[in-house]
């Protein structure tokens, strides 16, 4: 093999040295190279399994893999274990504990194949590891070609040259893994849910072939100078690193074609080093564009891409050709006169609203899955999420993000930072990484994630850390990997720091960089139960002012239906310790306690799950709302917002706007309804209305109506408010008197009106005169005040005085594509309220809802008299029928079928 290797090594110098002895027109140019992804046929089986086989043979194409299990690569052995049923689904109920925790503490190996021409054995061949957990030999042809020593890390990325273990045709290669020990920086989950049983070992991220003649263009990369002031034109910079894997000097161009216009240059790079290759404007007047699309996030405009690919051409060959899409958008950040920090894109202010996004806990994401969470964020009017942590197994995540305009917060996460998730010694201050070693590791880490990510235009932070701070030390690698990576968009030292300066509410020392200074940012909490009025009036916590990276009103239980596919019939009521809060969080989040005392207090115990259920949506809905509302309407001393979290890793209770099923809960449309580009909010504790706007462009001419209801349907109060708001901003607009025949529980509608007279947004609010009562002493006391202790509740037990209401229905069903689309018109002929109306889709065949629904509205309340028309469209499913059935349940309307 050594001899025939010589060889082919001897004829690549040969044809090297030949790079510019011919020259031809680009029409004939060969592509040389070839990178073929390495997702399918992998088998995998636990090493205590084949005890007494000689290592070496189970990387030779002869070795038998028949008893060995099927794996998921992407993926981790837990996940493909669930995947393909060698387990029972550890979604369900307990059966994740039954999963025995041994199994993965001895290594596991990972088998497959791949076929290689005579032509490539004259190329350079390489194998390109984006992500393992943790550590890893690599076998080729019954070779060894890297150690677990060098071959480790969860977020390096690693290539493998494998020129003299290869032969033509088939090739097989396998990985002996190992999962990350005690005070590894590995991929991992933190309070959100139960840790996995296997600690996410794995192939997690995508393994590739190179085919090439030593030349490899990596990571292209577009950043520009916008024109804020015509938002027509930019400049632009463009750079990649291209790699030299060969051992001589290489000439050749760099040819950029960036969809708008082409530049390229002639480069040397010397054997075996890597050149970032740069054009700017000043070098290519082509690289100042005109008359071009910006990238903007959702609901300030398109996200408009282009398309771009990068080769490297030497004599009649290109010897690589890397193809990709960006966005033009300049993203900048400061501290404004409260010191918080505050993001622009392409020079305008944006509250930045989204949630925290996890991957699921398997790692078992599909296409499918993340692009109904994106077309879910979109749906809710949130303009971005916060991915602490996880990075996504593929780019799939950032590309989608890219395509619908959703900005990304990117960075570490915090089970580096403590001692019971990382399981060593941490610095108060710095975290886990405070040693050379780790320090290195990090930087590392962050090199080849950045240089991973760097191109789109979604993320628009690099977030270092999340409850603590990179050392100095670091902190200075970082700086130095931006300055010659991507110095085109902020960076922050932590999610924390505002609130912390004078060392007494949540940190331990303050969070001030040495180097940067303060973050900006707050990680205040709360993370708990939290009523409506806190949001509006704290003025210390996590209220609605600066940007704050994690906050939420605590757990969000989802609908019965989801309840039913994650929880045995026999434990689905009364709620207890062993199924119920197996599905909460831990920690100081493995009980209900906190939310149900409040449900009780101020909707009445329930005596059934179905009630319950119901009853935890119409919390969910009260309490999410007026959190975004609040942010929106402090506007710009509020800067930005992450609910914790977005969506949930498995099925669980807490802090979701829709489950793992895809099943919206309340908060989803509570979000929704907040964030609508024109809205009038009411203040909780202030009694009064502000008036907001979203959208870029003003809206003149509005009119508000404002009208309040009792507890028996009569409207006992209504105005107007009529006047102009501007683009981007929130003002007060009205403060409501004192109204002569508030009962105990009593309604509160917002209606706007454009100058056409059109609806452009209404709400309901429902309000008790016993106010909610918080404890802002007693938080200040507790070790971390994850939530502020309520003194007295809100009642709203008098909504079970709302008579029944029999609503009127006109239901229509079409087919469009791929795509079927609901209109339903729904009339309240009585003389009632309608309270929290619900409509879901179901599939006939199944009864199971029909999943990801996009409705225009969902959980309304319908006023005597009134009739509205709501859509929802979804893809198309199996129904076992000519169209869905409609379930329709309301505090007070029976539950109905609608076929």
């Known amino acids: ?169 088939e090739n097989t290669l396998a990985l002996k893994l190992w999962q990350h020990a005690d005070g590894e920086y590995s991929i991992g989950f933190v309070d959100w849910n139960p840790l996995p049983r296997d600690r996410n070992m794995g192939i997690f991220r995508e393994v590739f072939l190179e085919v090439n003649e030593g030349v490899k263009i990596r990571s292209p990369f577009v950043s520009s100078k916008v024109n804020t002031e015509n938002l027509k034109d930019a400049d632009l910079f463009i750079q990649a690193e291209i790699e030299n894997q060969s051992d001589r000097p290489v000439e050749g161009l760099v040819r950029v074609d960036f969809g708008i216009g082409t530049v390229e240059k002639k480069v040397q790079i010397a054997a075996g080093d890597t050149l970032s290759c740069r054009f700017t404007s000043d070098e290519f007047a082509q690289l100042s564009v005109k008359d071009v699309k910006f990238w903007w996030p959702n609901g300030m405009g398109d996200p408009n891409l282009y398309n771009m690919s990068v080769e490297f051409i ?18 900048d950040s400061y501290l404004n006169e409260d010191k918080n920090r505050v993001f622009t894109i392409n020079g305008k202010f944006v509250l930045l609203k989204g949630g925290g996004w996890v991957d699921d806990l398997l790692l078992q994401d599909t296409r499918e899955s993340v692009e109904a969470q994106m077309k879910y964020i979109r749906h809710m009017n949130l303009n971005s999420i916060r991915c602490e942590g996880f990075w996504g197994k593929t780019q799939m995540l950032y590309d989608l993000c890219d395509e619908y305009g959703i900005l990304v917060m990117a960075g570490f996460n915090c089970h580096w ?42 993320i628009y932070v690099w977030m270092l850390g999340s409850d603590k701070l990179p050392i100095p030390e670091l902190e200075y690698k970082y700086i130095d990997l931006f300055k010659k990576y991507d110095s085109s968009r902020p960076y922050i030292t932590s999610a924390g720091g505002a609130g912390t300066e004078d060392n007494n509410i949540v940190a331990e020392v303050p969070l001030i960089s040495e180097i940067s200074g303060p973050t900006g940012m707050k990680m205040l909490g709360p993370y708990a139960y939290t009523p409506p009025v806190y949001w509006f009036t704290d003025t210390q916590l996590g209220g609605a002012y600066g940007f704050n990276t994690e906050t939420c009103p605590g757990p969000n239980v989802m609908p019965l239906s989801s309840l039913k596919k994650m929880l045995p019939e026999e434990s689905l009521w009364p709620i207890d310790k062993k199924y119920w809060e197996y599905h909460t969080g831990r920690n100081a989040f493995t009980t209900l306690d906190r939310f149900r ?22 919390s969910n809905y009260e309490l999410m709302r007026p959190m975004f509302e609040a942010f929106i309407a402090h506007k710009p001393k509020s800067t930005g917002l992450v609910q914790w979290m977005l969506n949930s890793a498995w099925p669980e209770l807490y802090w979701q706007l829709y489950d793992t099923y895809l099943q919206p809960n309340g908060s989803f449309y509570g979000v929704r309804k907040a964030c609508n580009p024109i809205h009038a909010i009411y203040r909780y504790g202030f009694d009064d209305i502000y008036l907001a706007n979203e959208d870029l462009n003003d809206a003149n001419s509005l009119t508000v109506k404002i009208a309040a209801y009792d507890i028996h349907s009569k409207e006992i109060f209504s105005d107007e408010w009529k006047g102009d708001l501007a683009t981007n901003t929130s003002k007060f607009i009205y403060k409501l008197p004192e109204i002569a025949g508030l009962t105990s529980v009593w309604f509160l509608r917002l209606n706007v009106f454009d100058q056409d007279n059109r609806e452009v947004d209404h709400s309901t609010y429902w309000l008790s005169l016993k106010q909610d009562e918080l404890d802002y002493e007693a938080a200040k006391k507790l070790d971390w005040p994850f939530y502020t202790p309520p003194k007295a509740y809100a009642d709203f037990k008098a909504l079970d005085k709302l008579p029944e209401v029999k609503l009127e229905y006109d239901y229509k069903y079409q087919k469009e594509d791929e795509k079927g689309n609901i209109t339903l018109t729904v009339r309240n002929p009585g003389a009632s309220i309608a309270f929290f109306t619900y409509f879901d889709l179901v599939n006939p065949g199944t009864d199971d809802p029909i999943l990801p629904v996009y409705w225009n509205d969902n959980y309304v309340t319908l006023f005597p008299g009134e009739e509205r028309v709501y859509t929802a469209n979804f893809d198309l499913v199996d129904l076992k029928g000519e169209r869905p059935e409609l379930k329709v349940k309301a505090w007070n309307v029976k539950p109905n079928r609608i076929n």
């Not at 028949?66 to 109920?93: H, K, N, R």
């Not at 030497?314 to 993203?331: F, H, M, P, Q």
């Not at 403590?418 to 941490?426: H, N, V």
């Open 314 to 331: 030497a004599g009649n060959k290109v010897l690589d050709k890397v193809e990709s899409r960006y966005g033009i958008r300049e993203i």
């Open 1 to 169: 093999m050594k001899q025939r290797n010589y060889f082919h090594k001897t004829l690549r110098l040969l044809l090297a040295g030949m790079f510019f002895i011919t020259a031809c027109t680009p029409a004939e140019k060969e592509l040389v190279s070839r990178v073929e992804n390495l997702s399918s046929g992998w088998k995998m089986q636990a090493s205590e399994k084949l005890a007494g086989v000689e290592e070496s043979s189970i990387s030779e194409n002869g070795f038998s893999d028949d008893a060995w299990l099927q794996a998921s690569v992407p993926g981790t052995v837990l996940g493909s274990m669930a995947t393909y049923g060698v387990i029972e689904d550890p979604y369900f109920g307990i059966n994740m504990q039954s999963v025995d925790i041994e199994q993965f503490k001895k290594p596991w190996w990972f088998r497959s194949a791949f076929q290689l021409s005579a032509g490539d054995l004259k190329k350079h061949i390489s194998l390109r590891f984006n992500g393992i957990n943790y550590r890893a030999e690599l076998w080729v042809n019954g070779e060894k070609v890297a150690g677990k020593d060098e071959f480790a890390g969860a977020y390096r990325m690693f290539t493998f040259a494998i020129d003299e273990y290869v032969q033509e045709g």
């Open 417 to 458: 930072e403590w001692e019971e998730y990382l399981l060593k010694p941490t610095h108060e201050k710095y975290g886990g990484a405070v040693t050379p070693e780790d320090i290195n590791l990090l930087a590392a880490y962050w090199k080849d994630q950045m240089l991973w990510l760097r191109n789109h235009p979604a």
């Open 597 to 618: 005392k409040a449900m009780d207090e101020r909707y009445g115990p329930s005596s059934s799950v179905e009630e319950f259920a119901f009853k935890c949506q119409v």
